[in-house]
Structure formats: structure tokens, C-alpha cells
Nanobody
Framework: QVRLVESGGGLVQAGGSLRISCTASGRTFRSYAVGWFRRAPGKEREFVATINQSGGTTYYADSVKGRFTISRDNAENTVYLQMNSLKPEDTAVYSC???????????????WGQGTQVTVSS
């Protein structure tokens, strides 16, 4: 079992930066790939980024490529999402998820956090 808790969300102006974190319980966290997804009001859940177990391979949605960076610290059981050059359309609840391999789809992820709100004002 893996329990995921997101933190670091908040309100930021357009063009600003924010780093959100996903901290996991359990000693097996390093054996899971982790993905970030987001859901804006009235929209479907959207893939944002994913990182493999070692942190050596990452994938991003086109909408965030070049602005967001996913990383992980397995010693701290934490995955980060550094978000720069934020836009109002980045406003959403951001959730992290853990699974056996990296995927742009939510299906392979067995464990999900509750999410953290990110609001970007124009």
C-alpha cells in the first residue's frame, strides 16, 4: 500500500512559479513510477507529467513542456512538480498517482492522492 499526499498548491499570478510536492508513505515508493494529472473545473482529467522509478525518464504533456519539470527524491519519498511561467489555463486540482510504470493514461496508476489546488490569476 502507498499513501500519497500532495502539498504546495496555492494562488499565483500569471508568469509566476510554484512547486508542488507528492509525498508517499511506505518503503516501496522507489519501486513506483509517478504521474501528475490535473482537473480543471468542468473539464476532464488531464495528464501533466510522469517520471519513472529511477527518475531517469520523464514525459510531459505538450501544454506544459518547457515550463514544468518533474523530479523525485527517493530518499525523501517525494516527487516534485516545478511549474514556471504559469498561465491562467493551468488552474486546476493537481493530483499525483503511483503505478508500476510511467503512463500518460490514468489506468495503470493504482494509488492516487487527494489533490492540491493551483490557481493562476491573470
Amino acid at each position: 500500500q502507498v499513501r500519497l499526499v500532495e502539498s504546495g498548491g496555492g494562488l499565483v499570478q500569471a508568469g509566476g512559479s510554484l512547486r508542488i510536492s507528492c509525498t508517499a508513505s511506505g518503503r516501496t515508493f522507489r519501486s513506483y513510477a509517478v504521474g501528475w494529472f490535473r482537473r480543471a473545473p468542468g473539464k476532464e482529467r488531464e495528464f501533466v507529467a510522469t517520471i519513472n522509478q529511477s527518475g531517469g525518464t520523464t514525459y510531459y504533456a505538450d501544454s506544459v513542456k518547457g515550463r514544468f519539470t518533474i523530479s523525485r527524491d527517493n530518499a525523501e519519498n517525494t516527487v516534485y512538480l516545478q511549474m514556471n511561467s504559469l498561465k491562467p489555463e493551468d488552474t486546476a486540482v493537481y493530483s499525483c498517482a503511483a503505478g508500476p510504470f510511467s503512463s500518460r493514461l490514468p489506468g495503470p496508476y493504482a494509488y492516487w492522492g487527494q489533490g492540491t489546488q493551483v490557481t493562476v490569476s491573470s
